[in-house]
């Protein structure tokens, strides 16, 4: 379940309260060699897809837009909402120190307080902003799975010490995951699901937004990609938020997944 606040989870797996944490791969790359040590197994997001609305349409957006401008970005849940941003914004040769970011508030606050005037532009998840357009209050203008390339953004990590004991577990979570995001890129059925997850957002809205997800990519695969985790933790050492020399052979145990392809040969 959801934990509020989410560092929560962190005690879980202490306690052994839970085995596996879904979130970012930032909390395990930031930990490295600090006092706890948590490895990732496999994503569930390969894409952050967030999406920039802006306050009126920009025909033809790029970063340098940003500059002077009020931008409202989330950050109670975590630090990917702005060091991600900012991280392709620099790639781009943009600087965030020119832009004002409001931070650090929930999602649902900072949206509400969008609609009623604040700020330039919102930092928010596809489905909220799909929402927001279709009620007059913002534009879609850039789309962060698309901008952003490639990232795992949303993976699930265990405390490294318990990977032995886990292991057949962590296969079979694992391997449930992976069966369902083929069926999703394959086409499934999922008005029924989403529909019950958010019964009061139309359900047009919802499979619009679930089908962009796919055809970004989000969901493509359970299995991290190598260089899209480094370029993550270089911009996070960018921002000053990991300073050791951690990257993804320290980060990620393929064993679980390794397993499932193992088994799909057979």
């Not at 306690?15 to 496999?42: C, E, F, K, N, S």
């Not at 002077?68 to 943009?94: C, D, H, I, N």
């Not at 949303?154 to 490294?160: C, E, I, K, L």
């Not at 270089?234 to 499932?260: H, K, N, Q, Y």
């Amino acid at each position: 379940m959801a934990r509020d606040p989410w560092t929560d989870v962190l005690q879980d797996l202490d306690d052994g309260d839970a085995d596996v944490a879904l979130g970012g791969i930032w909390a395990p790359a930031m930990y490295a060699g600090r006092g706890r040590d948590l490895v990732t197994i496999g994503q569930l997001n390969a894409r952050f897809p967030m999406v920039l609305l802006t306050r009126e349409p920009v025909e033809y957006f790029d970063w340098t837009w940003t500059k002077g401008k009020t931008v409202l970005v989330p950050g109670a849940g975590g630090t990917a909402m702005y060091e991600f941003t900012a991280g392709v914004m620099r790639e781009s040769g943009a600087e965030p120190a020119e832009v004002r970011f409001v931070r650090d508030l929930s999602s649902q606050m900072l949206s509400e307080l969008f609609e009623h005037g604040l700020g330039d532009a919102l930092l928010v998840d596809l489905l909220a902003a799909t929402v927001m357009h279709e009620r007059g209050t913002g534009y879609l203008t850039c789309r962060l799975a698309d901008a952003g390339g490639p990232m795992p953004n949303s993976v699930y990590y265990v405390r490294r010490e318990r990977l032995d004991d886990l292991h057949d577990r962590l296969v079979k979570l694992m391997a449930g995951i992976n069966e369902a995001m083929i069926a999703l890129n394959s086409g499934a059925h999922s008005a029924d699901v989403l529909a019950a997850e958010w019964p009061l957002v139309p359900v047009e809205l919802l499979q619009a937004a679930a089908a962009e997800l796919i055809a970004s990519g989000t969901w493509s695969d359970v299995r991290i990609d190598a260089s899209a985790c480094d370029r993550w933790v270089s911009i996070l050492r960018a921002g000053g938020l990991v300073t050791t020399d951690i990257s993804f052979p320290g980060l990620v145990d393929t064993r679980a997944l390794d397993a499932i392809a193992s088994f799909d040969r057979m």
